[in-house]
């Protein structure tokens, strides 16, 4: 069936009040339409999603365009459960087209993103370079829940990446069972079964291509713009998921920022920041420190490093810090490390935290130090003992350089 036209801006929005009053609609927690990457052996296996624009917590109406163009195109959107994937067509793309009509000559740049896809799409069927049915998917999530699809998984690592969704705020349990680990040649998925058979012919004819890397997820800068001031020296060093505030460096070298993990200022990273670590703004995370990640020793609780705190090199965090803390280099603080601190040393943090329930005992377990703000920690160069002391200086970044 196809859609009228519609003719006027009101009458796009009598539409989209009359759709979501009715039966069938159920408001989204987050849409797109993703170009997908399907096997080269197994055409059945979804190897990568792309999504030109996603929509979390936002743009109903145009969430309304698209169930009511899939309808009219014979596809009923299934919204009882926690997600909907389904192939759009040429009947899909050309409904949506008359629903947005009044849209269409004002949609670029910034403005319409989701009336820019369908019409893009729109072209690409026109030109008929793409197979319809096979191209693209329209994606619905309903909740929050354990991703069911490959398609589910990119449009919450691309709301990650995107800050449109907080950082840990994002259901991803399975996510790893769900993507398949595949050849990364750029921007192109290869599954390694394929490539295991096609390696002899590729190598003759010189056309074995180039493998940046074989993961489950893609790069960062595969799929995500950032913001100006932003600077990633290597794209190897940030994987998609990330969540990189503007301002933020990433050195080469010993630095890495996984998913689910990431900034909320500007930012030095020559360090490792863990799948649900997160820096605060001003923070400087030296070259090869490590802040661990919820399966590498912190007891499964998400490390947050406090603003304008220093990771000295080399060093280790597994608890949280607060603000203007300083890890000396090569300092390891875990929840389990045996901390010294003298009386005088203790009053002055205590008067920096003054709701930190702890008493003098000279002696404390790394834990009980979790979260407190202005604390130095060091190593004492002959007993090895690591001490604790009120930090007396303040970290800056380098302005000009974020």
Known sequence: MALETIQSKEDFAKFVKNYQ????????????????????????????????????????????VFMAAM???????????????????????????????????EAQG?????????????????????????????????ADEAPESVEAVYLKLYALSLAKAPLRGVNLNGAFGILENVAWSGNMPIELEWLRENEIALKVDGMYPEITSVDKFPRYLQHIIPADNTRILDSSKVRMGAQLHPGTTVMPGASYINFNAGTTGPVMVEGRISSSAIVGSGSDVGGGASILGVLSGTDGNPITIGKNTLLGANSVTGIPLGDGCIVDAGVAILAGTKVVIDTEEFKKIKEANPDWDAEDTDVF?????????????RQDSLSGEIKAFRSTREVKLNEELH
């Open 365 to 377: 377990k790394g834990a009980k130090l979790a979260g407190l703000n202005g604390i130095h920690f």
């Open 21 to 64: 009053e009715g039966a069938q609609w159920r408001q989204p927690l987050a849409f797109g339409i993703a170009r997908v990457d399907r096997g080269q052996k197994n055409s059945e296996k979804i190897l990568q999603a792309t999504y030109p624009t996603i929509n979390w917590e936002e743009n109903y109406g145009s969430a309304a």
């Open 71 to 105: 309808e009219a195109s014979g596809v009923t959107v299934d919204t009882s459960g926690n997600e909907f994937v389904s192939p759009i067509s040429r009947a899909f793309v050309e409904n949506a087209t008359a629903l947005f009509a009044p849209y269409l000559e």
């Open 110 to 142: 910034e403005a319409h993103k989701n009336v820019q896809v369908i019409k893009a799409i729109n072209e690409l069927f026109a030109s008929e370079v793409v197979e319809e049915e096979h191209a693209f998917k329209i994606v619905f999530l309903f």
